[in-house]
């Protein structure tokens, strides 16, 4: 009953920015928290970052912690992941995720770093 959409992956060089957008719709009022996940190739999925749709509250991963930034728009049903100084080891598929009592996956956007 929630279907999310992401854009804004693509090709950046290291030291190179992106922002990733996910927009929420459907029963968006169920969502508790909402974040995103990474996977790169021959790697487990790993969760990057996410936000409490109540307080605001955020969690980063050690390894994004200082170069990435978790928002949301809660008029725009968007939540926004600002990328800063990557790294080839940013490279992967990344995929938002909404959590309630159930948890919703997005198609995933790709990310590469490289260059």
């Known amino acids: 009953q929630v279907q999310l959409v992401e854009s804004g992956g693509g090709l950046v060089q290291p030291g190179g920015s992106l922002r990733l957008s996910c927009a929420a719709s459907g029963n968006i009022f169920s969502i508790d928290t909402m974040g995103w996940y990474r996977q790169a190739p021959g790697k487990e999925r790993e969760g990057v970052s996410c936000?409490?749709?109540?307080?605001?509250?955020?969690y980063y991963a050690d390894s994004v912690k200082g170069r990435f930034t978790i928002s949301r728009d809660n008029d725009k049903n968007t939540v926004y992941l600002q990328m800063n100084s990557l790294k080839s080891e940013d490279t992967a598929v990344y995929y938002c995720?909404?959590?309630?009592?159930?948890?919703?996956w997005g198609q995933g956007t790709p990310v590469t770093v490289s260059s």
């Open positions: 995720v909404a959590a309630s009592s159930t948890v919703y």
């Open positions: 936000i409490s749709n109540g307080d605001g509250s955020t």
